[in-house]
T-cell receptor, first 114, second 113 residues
Framework: GAVVSQHPSWVICKSGTSVKIECRSLDFQATTMFWYRQFPKQSLMLMATSNEGSKATYEQGVEKDKFLINHASLTLSTLTVTSAHPEDSSFYIC??????????FGSGTRLTVV | KQEVTQIPAALSVPEGENLVLNCSFTDSAIYNLQWFRQDPGKGLTSLLLIQSSQREQTSGRLNASLDKSSGRSTLYIAASQPGDSATYLCAVGANTNAGKSTFGDGTTLTVKP
């Protein structure tokens, strides 16, 4: 079945540094990937839609300059949290569109900014 | 805009009990519905995926049903165990712009030994 690999599964970084999260589709090509974020005790919310070879589409209220998304190939999308601050600490998860099942989720990345 | 509601928000049961978690959604034009498990501080584990054309899926002690017309899905857990304690999330996949999912807030389950 379709597998999406997300790395790292957890990361701790210092305030002001940047962190890159990778989302790979292992056995299928994904022209579209989605990035979600979960605040403590809240549901997962869509942040942006990542399109291979073009710019990502961000949801309202998500800072595109802070959350850089690159979808350079059909199997890899990356989310870079730039100049991270403690309020960026959250759980980030990606999903990839895989016809005909629909979509497959990565296992998520827990980011802690200290 | 799709809205997903999960009831109850929290549930505590004694070990061995059968239980049902509920998920309702406002737009019945869905692509699929997925149930996940999330342990504290951990990632998501996919439990069951139901395509829009299906009515239920089973895996071990878990059974998920889908009634698109009424906008409802249930996750049935048989013979609950302490290891089932976690937060259970349902995610509804949109029929348009397929792949974009709307998550419920989750039900936090505690199974007491």
């Amino acid at each position: 079945g379709a597998v999406v690999s997300q790395h790292p599964s957890w990361v701790i970084c210092k305030s002001g540094t940047s962190v890159k999260i990778e989302c790979r589709s292992l056995d299928f090509q994904a022209t579209t990937m989605f990035w979600y974020r979960q605040f403590p005790k809240q549901s997962l919310m869509l942040m942006a839609t990542s399109n291979e070879g073009s710019k990502a589409t961000y949801e309202q209220g998500v800072e595109k300059d802070k959350f850089l998304i690159n979808h350079a190939s059909l199997t890899l999308s990356t989310l870079t949290v730039t100049s991270a601050h403690p309020e960026d600490s959250s759980f980030y998860i990606c999903s990839a569109r895989e016809t005909p099942r629909g979509y497959t989720f990565g296992s998520g990345t827990r980011l802690t900014v200290v | 805009k799709q809205e997903v509601t999960q009831i109850p928000a929290a549930l505590s049961v004694p070990e061995g009990e059968n239980l049902v978690l509920n998920c309702s959604f406002t737009d019945s034009a869905i692509y699929n519905l997925q149930w996940f498990r999330q342990d504290p501080g951990k990632g998501l584990t996919s439990l069951l995926l139901i395509q829009s054309s299906q009515r239920e899926q089973t895996s071990g002690r878990l059974n998920a049903s889908l009634d698109k017309s009424s906008g409802r899905s249930t996750l049935y857990i048989a013979a609950s165990q302490p290891g089932d304690s976690a937060t259970y999330l349902c995610a509804v996949g949109a029929n348009t712009n397929a792949g974009k999912s709307t998550f419920g807030d989750g039900t936090t389950l505690t199974v007491k030994p």
